[in-house]
């Protein structure tokens, strides 16, 4: 079996990420249909430590644990998926993980343009809301050039 590019492997982290963070309601609405598909790993609960920053870029320390649920499917024509998603819904961690398997087939397409696109779409909507709600709180300080520092 050969390495995939880096470039595809950049590729499948997006999609990878954008299937974790989506809300699971939202990802269940538009991908209803799942296929048949075996279970590798069964969606299982779990914790892994998340790590910090001092200063967002010194020395990292351990924030402390978050739940999380992953899975592993392979679809009838071998293409195998995981995900592994924040929290305790095993129906998310399993859809996501067959999103994931169908972006390995001739499927691909679909799934960007029916599942990946508005996920991407609605995610970058809400980053640009919370941008603009953090704006509208941002206080500019200036100072004004005194009559002595002349």
């Known amino acids: 079996m050969s390495q995939p590019s880096p470039s595809e492997t950049a590729l499948r982290r997006d999609w990878i990420s ?11 609405a ?12 069964a969606p299982e609960i779990g914790t892994v430590m998340v790590q910090g920053r001092i200063g967002g870029t010194g020395a990292p320390f ?15 024509e071998g293409a195998v998926g995981h995900a592994c998603v924040q929290g305790r819904d095993k129906a998310h961690a399993a859809r ?3 999103a994931d398997a169908l972006m390995q087939t001739a499927a691909a397409p679909r799934i960007e343009a029916q ?6 779409a609605e995610a970058a909507g809400a980053r640009a809301s919370r941008a603009a709600r953090a704006a509208a709180t941002r206080v500019e300080f200036f100072t004004m050039l005194r009559g002595e520092d002349a």
């Open 115 to 120: 599942v990946l696109a508005p996920l991407r």
């Open 96 to 98: 996501a993980a067959l």
């Open 18 to 28: 954008a299937l974790a963070k989506a809300p699971p309601g939202r990802l269940a």
């Open 62 to 76: 351990n924030l402390g644990e978050m739940t999380v649920t992953r899975c592993s499917v392979r679809l009838a």
């Open 30 to 41: 538009l991908l209803p249909d799942l296929p048949a598909h075996e279970m590798l790993r």
